[in-house]
């Protein structure tokens, strides 16, 4: 080691000074401002969020030479903020030096895999172009593998994924999403995006009270709120929909608050004599939300797929 050399390494770091001017903590900030509940998956990437900060200040003071994998795996139930904390880990790759961009490109089995031969590398090779120099997230990977089907050209897909997600792991993050069981069964049966994949994070269900907060966040944002009689109608809905089939957590509280909108503009159209003020325009009550069918037992779904996908 040169003179040269022995001036341009530090000798010392300081971590917490390095935290705020990296701007790590602002995109943690966001994170806790945007997503409510979720203590567990907050906590992972904070922890992420340290060892790759230690591993920069390691790799400056030339301790470190291998980038570290950051391939990862988000497991839970549909509407539980994957694709929003995947955002917010490319802008925190980013922040750190660990992609060129920071930017997300969100796919399914869909956008990956052909029809005929020959029309999955290059849509797969797209994609990975779009993606390159960001995060790669893989919504309901699992189905991307289809043993039963002797026609199916996900298993080129894969190959093409393995090779570039080792190839390429310093230009390119791959998350995949799903249901923990199924995903569980894809790893078992594709090792070698397991041995790709360092990061595991499950995020579970939200609970009812913190449902009851993102539907009031969910109106504010538009504008809305609750009165006291369509807050408790809404408290007793997220019960009863909770124990049904195909709740999707966060989601299903969007669709239903779509519905309950849709009500009130029947209600004040049908019922108002004369003008409106901005509180009557504004306002959701239980009238707008008791007539859901889940109130008489059924399922308040307009178009299930938008209920199960993770």
């Keep these: 080691m040169n003179a040269e050399t022995e001036t341009t390494i530090p000798k010392t770091v300081d971590l917490a000074a390095e935290y705020e001017a990296s701007g790590v903590a602002e995109v943690l900030r966001e994170l806790d401002e945007e997503l409510i509940g979720l203590r567990p998956v907050k906590q992972r990437i904070r922890e992420t969020a340290a060892l790759l900060l230690v591993d920069r200040a390691r790799r400056d003071m030339g301790l470190s030479q291998a980038a570290p994998s950051l391939h990862m795996s988000f ?18 790759l980013y922040r750190l030096g660990y992609c060129r961009k920071g930017h997300l490109v969100t796919v399914t089995r869909d956008d990956l895999v052909g029809q005929y031969i020959g029309h999955t590398a290059p849509k797969t090779k797209e994609v990975l172009k779009k993606a390159m120099g960001g995060v790669l997230f893989i919504d309901e990977a699992y189905y991307l593998y289809k043993p039963d089907n002797e026609r199916d050209y996900g298993q080129e897909a894969i190959e093409i994924l393995l090779q570039v997600m080792e190839n ?8 995949m999403a799903g249901y923990a069981d199924r995903m569980d069964k894809f790893f078992t049966a594709n090792p070698g995006f397991r041995s790709r994949i360092a990061h595991h994070i499950e995020f579970p269900d939200y609970t009812d009270a913190e449902l009851e907060r993102i539907a009031e966040t969910m109106l504010a944002e538009q504008n809305y709120v609750f009165d006291a009689g369509g807050k408790r109608a809404m408290e ?8 049904q089939p195909h709740f999707a957590n966060a989601r299903s509280i969007r669709n239903a608050l779509d519905r309950a909108r849709l009500r009130q503009a029947n209600r004040l159209f049908e019922t108002s004599t004369g003008p409106l ?3 009557a325009l504004s306002t959701i009550t239980e009238a707008d939300i008791r007539p859901s069918r889940v109130f008489q037992g059924g399922l308040d779904v307009d178009r299930a797929h938008e209920e199960t996908r993770a």
Excluded: H, Q, S, W
Excluded at 169 to 175: A, E, Q
């Design 236 to 243: 007793e809905y997220i019960g009863k929909r909770r124990a």
């Design 75 to 92: 497991t839970g139930n549909p509407g539980t903020g994957k694709t929003t904390v995947a955002l917010k880990m490319a802008g925190l």
């Design 277 to 279: 003020d901005a509180t």
């Design 168 to 175: 390429n792991r310093d230009d390119l993050v791959v998350i």
